[in-house]
């Protein structure tokens, strides 16, 4: 895994498949960031499909999305919400988050909400450069403050609660100077370290990785935590990235199969704790996760981002659930 060829033999030999037909989530309640289309919302339909009780879109714009009717029309018994979430926003991602501590339970999440910005740009809310802010700031806070919900899920059911962090293959190609160094995430919003085309993109989806690592070390009890690669799809991701959509329609799979990824990642494989899931099977990370110094540039990104959390959204529940 890793090279171009190899990427191209796996998209033209491999389509991901739905869950198997067995699968009954009768019960439990899913959640599903970056739901309004895409692969995001393709999962919540194969969620609705297996029976889930109750699903909750994260989207940006509850007002302006109808993403709620497909799954509705899919299985009639799901209750389905839409929740407001602006990833670029730390205060909307705490308010969700909150919304999400007052369930009764919290079974299944899919962090999947996600942007590809091929231009260097800072977010007009959050202050960080925009691929940074969404991909691995947004995501990482709320996977620590949805680890309450989750982890009490899992004790009161007795079945450990699932949290699934949509990453890419794309964290192979990573050049590694910027997370080498010192200060990588102040460093990161400095558009000398941008780099071109897909460079930043790509280094979010190795944060992806090594974040999902570090946290399923620290969070052990009762929620398994993974990463998965749902392979190159055709999907809004690509939408400002013309070279990218062209491939995409090339050799791109469907956004329904890349949501067959997601949803066996966050309901298979339960004994694979930390793992790295891609075509649907436990792979190996990119050698650089493996190694020494990637194990170093893990724990120095988990020590930055939990100082820039606790500096720029502090809560009494960051570290509560670790
Ligand atoms: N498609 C691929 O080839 C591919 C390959 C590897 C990994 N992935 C990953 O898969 C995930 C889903 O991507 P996709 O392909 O389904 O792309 P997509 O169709 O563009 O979906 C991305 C979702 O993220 C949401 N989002 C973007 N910025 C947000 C923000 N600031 N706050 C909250 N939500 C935000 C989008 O909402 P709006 O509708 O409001 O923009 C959309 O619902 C991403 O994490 C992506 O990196 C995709």
Redesign the pocket.
């Known amino acids: 895994m890793g090279s171009f060829t190899g990427f191209l033999y796996r998209q033209f030999t491999f389509k991901p498949k739905p869950l198997p037909t067995t699968v009954n989530l009768k019960g439990k309640t899913a959640l599903v960031?970056?739901?309004?289309?895409?692969?995001?919302?393709e999962a919540c339909l194969e969620l609705a499909a297996h029976g889930v009780s109750r699903i909750i879109l994260?989207?940006?714009?509850p007002s302006k999305s109808d993403a709620a009717k497909p799954i509705q029309a899919k299985n009639p018994n799901v209750d389905v919400q839409v929740w407001q979430?602006?990833?670029?926003s730390f205060a909307s991602i705490k308010e969700f988050a909150d919304r999400a501590a007052g369930l009764d339970r919290l079974d299944i999440v899919i962090l999947?909400?996600?942007?590809?910005n091929v231009e260097y740009v800072k977010s007009s809310k959050g202050g960080h450069e925009l691929n940074v802010?969404?991909?691995h700031l947004?995501t990482a806070l709320l996977s620590l403050l949805l680890l309450g919900p989750l982890r009490r899920t899992g004790d009161a059911t007795g079945t450990p609660a699932r949290l699934t962090i949509?990453?890419?293959?794309?964290h192979f190609w990573v050049k590694l100077k910027v997370i080498k160094g010192p200060d990588t995430l102040a460093r990161m919003d400095d558009k000398e370290t941008f780099g071109k085309d897909m460079d930043r993109?790509n280094l979010t989806?190795l944060l992806n990785v090594l974040w999902m690592r570090e946290l399923s070390t620290r969070a052990s009890r009762n929620v398994v935590i993974n990463a998965v690669?749902?392979?190159?799809?055709?999907?809004?991701?690509?939408?400002s990235h013309s070279s990218g959509a062209s491939f995409?329609n090339m050799v791109?799979w469907t956004?329904t199969q890349?949501g067959h990824a997601l949803t066996d990642a966050a309901t298979q494989h339960p004994q694979d704790h930390g793992a790295y899931i891609s075509e649907q099977t436990l792979f190996s990370p990119s050698s650089f996760v493996l190694s020494k110094e990637g194990h170093s540039a893990q724990v120095k990104i988990w020590n930055e981002t939990i100082e820039l959390l606790t500096q720029e959204a502090p809560s009494s529940d960051l570290l509560s659930n670790l």
């Open positions: 960031t970056g739901a309004s289309g895409g692969l995001g919302l994260g989207v940006r714009d979430i602006e990833q670029e999947n909400a996600g942007v590809k802010q969404v991909n947004g949509v990453s890419s293959e794309n993109y989806k690669n749902p392979g190159f799809c055709r999907s809004g991701l690509h939408r995409a791109g956004a890349g």
